[in-house]
């Protein structure tokens, strides 16, 4: 049973626009949320992350949005460069001592010059 | 530069054969963890540890074994009863385990079958 779905495997946009990333979940426990980004061969990198007490955190060209009725996040970049293109994993945890992070499948971005 | 460093980066393995990936890590995190990746896939957990000399299973640990004698370091075992050991490994690490801290990866190692 996947928690944590990715349901498009690709994104591609064009330099300078918006990538528009989505994540469902489906754990009404999760309570913490996180972005990751992977280049090839490489371990993935920690990007943001928004705790369910927010509906939104921004960091730099990265937001993320957090809608917990629908259980649904995105992750906004504005504007898209072409070094942005890599996979993106959403990952999400409940607080609890046997808490780990469940990820998603990723999305492939790729940002056309 | 505190960090995880994983070797080899690329290892291969003979059938019948057990191989172990290192994890080393300088952060003085308390938790480790052992990712699987597969392409098409997410990062399906192996096994985790909270604390020195103890572990627990994660969604896939058949076939792999792990200890943690030291802080530092959370080696894992691919053994001969991984019948598709071909795959990205991941280490990575956490303050403490469960308290919603993000994770530090390291390079990660590539593991294929002869």
């Known amino acids: 049973d996947q928690q944590v779905k990715q349901n498009s495997p690709s994104l591609s946009v064009q330099e300078g626009r918006i990538s528009i990333l989505n994540c469902d979940y489906t754990n009404s426990m999760f309570d913490y949320f996180l972005w990751y980004k992977k280049y090839p061969a490489e371990g993935p990198t920690f990007l943001i992350s928004i705790s369910s007490i927010k509906d939104k955190n921004e960091d730099g060209r990265f937001t993320v949005f957090l809608n917990k009725s629908a259980k649904h996040l995105s992750l906004h970049i504005v504007p898209s460069q072409p070094g942005d293109s890599a996979v993106y994993f959403c990952a999400a945890s409940a607080t609890g001592a046997n808490s780990k992070l469940t990820f998603g499948k990723g999305i492939t971005l790729s940002v056309r010059p | 530069d505190g960090g995880i460093t994983q070797s080899p980066k690329y290892l291969f393995r003979k059938e019948g054969q057990n191989v172990t990936l290192s994890c080393e890590q300088n952060l003085n995190h308390d938790a480790m963890y052992w990712y699987r990746q597969d392409p098409g896939q997410g990062l399906r957990l192996i096994y985790y540890s909270q604390i020195v000399n103890d572990f627990q299973k994660g969604d896939i640990a058949e076939g792999y074994s792990v200890s943690r004698e030291k802080k530092e370091s959370f080696p894992l075992t691919v053994t001969s009863a991984q019948k598709n050991p071909t795959a990205f490994y991941l280490c990575?690490?956490?303050?403490?385990?469960?308290?919603?801290?993000?994770?530090?990866f390291g390079s990660g190692t590539q593991l294929s079958v002869l």
């Open positions: 990575a690490s956490s303050i403490q385990q469960g308290t919603n801290e993000k994770l530090f």
